[in-house]
Nanobody
Framework: VQLQASGGGLVQAGGSLRLACAAS????????MGWFRQAPGKEREFVSS????????YYSDSVKGRFTVSAGAAKNTVFLQMNSLKPEDTAIYYC??????????????????WGQGTLVTVSS
């Protein structure tokens, strides 16, 4: 699976961005998807995990209620809608694919494939 994240950019606090993660290679829908982010000088942290099945979508407490994951109709793209952005959301955002179909998949080690990341900068 090859993953390509896009949609990052510079936005003012309170604004919105939508990130996309496009996949190619193996059947995308056989993997669960995750979004992580890494701010300068900090460890990579969990943002959200999404499954193509009826399993719940999980969010970190820091983004819950502001970020929403959705899937493209063709099942080869996953979106992360980010609203009410804050300066502390500034980070490189990564999408990832996991062969684990159960669990919350909050740990980076649970993912098999990673995209290259897209930079989100939120100005105050």
């Amino acid at each position: 699976v090859q993953l390509q994240a896009s949609g990052g950019g510079l936005v003012q606090a309170g604004g919105s961005l939508r990130l996309a993660c496009a996949a190619s290679g193996r059947t995308f829908s056989s993997y669960a998807m995750g979004w992580f982010r890494q701010a300068p000088g900090k460890e990579r942290e969990f943002v959200s995990s999404f499954s193509w099945s009826d399993s719940p979508t999980y969010y970190s407490d820091s983004v819950k209620g502001r970020f929403t994951v959705s899937a493209g109709a063709a099942k080869n793209t996953v979106f992360l809608q980010m609203n009410s952005l804050k300066p502390e959301d500034t980070a490189i955002y990564y999408c990832a694919a996991s062969s684990l179909v159960r669990g919350t998949r909050r740990r980076a080690g649970e993912y098999d494939y990673w995209g290259q990341g897209t930079l989100v900068t939120v100005s105050s």
